[in-house]
């Protein structure tokens, strides 16, 4: 497994780590589980907040994280970023979804 770069780099800014984050994230099928791992997170956030099932909240970060980290270990064959940059790899899932969502980057 290869390690992240992103261990021994500190980022000057967010659109500095979203160039490694992109870069950590090349294969389809990694990018493809995150992005199903975010729908059913906002899906699962709608029907909770909707439903005032407020116990489904707790289900959020598993259910994101582990189309991730399946996404990772499994295709990418690398460790995730969130591990060293929790809050710069949050914000830039959701960056990358946009992105994946507008077609600026491929399914």
Not at 58 to 86: Q, R
Request: net charge positive; hydrophobic share 50%; glycine share 4%.
């Amino acid at each position: 497994m290869k390690s992240a770069s992103a261990n021994n780099e500190s980022f000057k800014s967010l659109s500095d780590f979203y160039v490694f984050y992109l870069k950590e994230h090349s294969n389809a099928m990694c990018r493809r589980l995150h992005f199903v791992g975010s729908v059913l997170t906002l899906l699962v956030l709608f029907y909770a907040l909707f439903s005032q099932s407020y116990g489904w909240l707790f289900c959020l970060p598993l259910i994101g994280y582990s189309f991730a980290w399946i996404g990772h270990f499994v295709f990418e064959k690398n460790k995730p970023a969130t591990f060293k940059h929790p809050f710069y790899s949050f914000v830039c899932d959701w960056m990358m979804f946009k992105d994946i969502f507008i077609g600026k980057i491929a399914w």
